[in-house]
């Protein structure tokens, strides 16, 4: 079992720049694929990455195709997401999420609590 924590989140300018982390307790850390999501005030949760236990899988919406990227250190258990060139639609609150197979868009086990991500135009 695994508990997500989010960090990283803040206010930024579009155009700008922000990573996010996410730390899971957890001695299995590294055998959990792992998700972000966001959800938008009003809107239901969509998903923005995914990556595999081993970091050689990565998955994205088009969305953010080009301009986030997911990464992982297993010796941290850390999940980093990158978001580059933002924009006002990417505002959001932001989760990280676990689960115990493969990487999936949706079906996640276990959930952090949320950060904010706030794009100013």
């Known amino acids: 079992q695994v508990q997500p924590i989010e960090s990283g989140g803040g206010l930024v300018q579009a155009g700008g720049s922000l990573r996010l982390s996410c730390a899971a307790s957890g001695r299995t850390f590294s055998s959990y694929s792992m998700g972000w999501f966001r959800q938008a005030s009003g809107k239901e949760r969509e998903f923005v990455a995914s990556?595999?236990?081993?970091?050689?899988?990565?998955y994205y919406a088009d969305s953010v195709k080009g301009r986030f990227t997911i990464s992982r250190d297993n010796a941290k258990n850390t999940v980093y997401l990158q978001m580059n060139s933002l924009k006002p639609e990417d505002t959001a609150v932001y989760y990280c999420?676990?689960?115990?197979?493969?990487?999936?868009?949706?079906?996640?086990?276990?959930w952090g609590q949320g950060t904010q991500v706030t794009v100013s135009s």
């Open positions: 990556i595999s236990w081993s970091g050689a899988r990565t």
């Open positions: 999420a676990a689960r115990n197979g493969l990487p999936s868009t949706s079906k996640y086990d276990f």
